[in-house]
């Protein structure tokens, strides 16, 4: 409990996991969505991952991260509030029309 609190108690983490939320992403769109460097994404989405919060998968040279089914299953209660409240975050919306801009872009296949 203590390393997915800790995982949560970070704005950058909360940006990540709130897009996500919506499907799973490889890292370049993780960074260019959020505006992160590699390090810094890498960084945080460890964080994430040794949280049990967030699994990840590589496809040849690409990570992709996705919400831990094992989260979900073993915390319902926060990832229903997660997803209620995620939203309300300041960036939120700028995050969003990010997110749709680099699904636009096929970053992984270029």
Same mark, same amino acid.
């Given at each position: ?5 800790? !995982? ?7 940006? =990540? ?16 969505? +959020?505006? +992160?460097?590699? %390090?810094?994404? %890498?960084?945080?989405? @460890?964080?994430?991952?040794?949280? !049990? =919060?967030?699994? %990840?998968?590589? @496809?040849?040279?690409?990570? &992709? &991260?996705? =919400? %831990?089914? @094992?989260?979900? @299953?073993? /915390?319902?209660? +926060? &990832?229903?509030? $997660?997803?209620?409240? =995620?939203?309300? $975050?300041?960036? &939120? ?10 699904? $636009?872009?096929? $970053?992984? /296949?270029?």
């Amino acid at each position: 409990m203590v390393d997915i609190l800790k !995982g949560l108690a970070d704005e950058t983490r909360l940006r =990540i996991l709130s897009q996500v939320m919506k499907a799973e992403m490889c890292v370049c769109e993780i960074e260019q969505c +959020l505006g +992160l460097t590699q %390090s810094n994404a %890498s960084r945080h989405l @460890n964080v994430l991952k040794k949280a !049990g =919060i967030l699994d %990840s998968y590589k @496809n040849a040279q690409w990570t &992709y &991260y996705k =919400i %831990s089914e @094992n989260f979900i @299953n073993e /915390n319902k209660e +926060l &990832y229903d509030y $997660l997803k209620i409240k =995620i939203n309300t $975050l300041p960036c &939120y919306a700028d995050d969003c029309t990010k997110y749709e801009n680099c699904k $636009l872009q096929d $970053l992984c /296949n270029k």
